[in-house]
């Protein structure tokens, strides 16, 4: 039983243009949210979080949107780069309980 | 001072052998988490540990045995090593459950 769905397994976005990556969950009691960057051969690199009493975060390039009664969020990109090429996971847990779940990926490809 | 090691990289075993994955962490964080990355099931959870002496199942713990005598070592034990348990590995550690998760670099495991 999946909590935590990713279901674009890939992504292909011209460089320069938003890049849109989207993720759901079904556990109510999840109160923070992660997205994390995974490169080939390398571990998951954090990126952007959020946490429940917000519905959007913003660093750089990247935002994130959580919409609590859709229990959907996103992350955007903008512009995308070359370089945002990766495998983007994004993750859920609670502060009531310890355990923490990610979605099965999506593969973004940012052509030149 | 690397934060997160994990050792060894690459690790080749046959079926029914015993083989440990050992992740050690320098911050002193509480939470300490053991993944599987599979092509098409993303990054599931195997066991985590809230503390020292305390640990609980993940999504999928079975043929995994883990430990946490120190705050800082957290190995995952095969007991009987299948070809079903060839994946890559990641071991994460975490501050608090509203905190980023830190991954190791992952161990390549192959059970032939």
């Known amino acids: 039983d999946q909590q935590v769905k990713q279901n674009s397994p890939s992504l292909s976005v011209q460089e320069g243009r938003i890049s849109i990556l989207n993720c759901d969950y079904t556990n109510s009691m999840f109160d923070y949210f992660l997205w994390y960057k995974k490169y080939p051969a390398e571990g998951p690199t954090f990126l952007i979080s959020i946490s429940s009493i917000k519905d959007k975060n913003e660093d750089g390039r990247f935002t994130v949107f959580l919409n609590k009664s859709a229990k959907h969020l996103s992350l955007h990109i903008v512009p995308s780069q070359p370089g945002d090429s990766a495998v983007y996971f994004c993750a859920a847990s609670a502060s009531s309980f310890n355990k923490f779940y990610f979605g099965s990926g999506t593969k973004l490809n940012v052509k030149p | 001072d690397a934060g997160i090691t994990q050792s060894p990289r690459y690790k080749i075993t046959e079926t029914g052998r015993q083989v440990t994955l050992m992740c050690h962490q320098t911050?002193?964080?509480?939470?300490m988490f053991w993944y599987r990355q599979d092509l098409g099931h993303g990054l599931r959870l195997i066991y985590y540990?809230?503390?020292?002496?305390?640990?609980d199942k993940g999504e999928v713990p079975d043929g995994y045995v883990v430990s946490r005598s120190k705050t800082e070592n957290f190995p995952l034990t095969l007991e009987s090593a299948t070809r079903s348990q060839t994946s890559v590995y990641f071991c994460?550690?975490?501050?608090?459950?509203?905190?980023?998760?830190?991954f190791g670099q992952g161990t390549r495991l192959t059970v032939v």
């Open positions: 911050w002193s964080h509480s939470y």
């Open positions: 540990s809230a503390a020292a002496d305390i640990t």
């Open positions: 994460a550690t975490r501050q608090s459950m509203n905190t980023e998760a830190f």
